[in-house]
């Protein structure tokens, strides 16, 4: 009985993240109520400050479903060990994600709101201190890759391992948004992976 209660109660949970996805992306971070929620989950007010205190940690919510298995991704393409060079792993590392934002969409979804749906003030002025956390960290991972290619002997150039990393993590994300804001993609989602394997081939020897 209590695990059935358990599992109703993280399907209810589920369904409320959910459905602040779709209310989120139709009408914007912004201009969405706990009531505009609780009405596209079907639950009351009340079932949503159960599991959420404010709107903010709905957001949260959302963003880490996406962020914590994007960075774990991150994490087995460029840190576990196998037979490609380090600059294969770092341009498979940003195929696969390009590839499950092609697939996934609601990973898709979620970065349309982070990028054009939320002004990040007031309660949501911490969200993006937490953004470039983020960044920060997987801009960490990628600096640690190129360290390995500057040992393998692959890199062109005398950038350093930092400077490569900075600018791969600015380039991808720079990528990102124009691929969020090619909705039809007519422009630069077509491009994508091959912008990415232009960029990493820049760097090779």
């Known amino acids: 009985m209590v695990r059935k209660t358990k599992e109703n109660a993280e399907l209810t ?19 969405s109520t706990l009531e505009h929620i609780a009405t596209q989950a079907q639950v009351t007010r009340g079932a949503v400050y159960w599991h959420f205190k404010n709107k903010a ?8 479903q ?7 991704r ?18 498979k590392s940003l195929c696969d994600t390009v590839h499950e934002l092609n697939t996934n969409i609601e990973m898709r979804q979620t970065y349309e709101i982070m990028m054009m749906k939320c002004e990040y003030v007031d309660d949501f002025s911490t969200v993006l201190q937490q953004i ?12 640690h890759a190129y360290e390995r290619a500057k040992e393998q002997n692959i890199l062109s150039g005398t950038y350093t391992p930092r400077a490569l990393a900075l600018d791969t993590h600015l380039f991808f994300s720079g990528l990102l948004h124009m691929w969020i804001k090619d ?6 989602r077509f491009q994508a992976t091959e912008l990415i394997q232009l960029h990493i081939k820049l760097r090779r020897k």
């Open 183 to 188: 909705a039809d993609g007519s422009k630069f």
């Open 13 to 31: 949970r589920q369904g409320i993240i959910n459905a602040a996805r779709t209310v989120f992306l139709t009408r914007g971070v912004s201009k």
């Open 74 to 91: 991150i994490d087995d393409t460029l840190i576990v060990a196998n037979n490609d060079d380090a600059l294969t792993q770092i341009e």
């Open 132 to 143: 470039l956390d983020n960044c920060a960290s997987i801009t960490g991972k990628f600096e």
């Open 57 to 64: 940690e709905i957001f949260h919510a959302i963003r880490d």
């Open 66 to 72: 996406v962020f914590l298995p994007l960075i774990d």
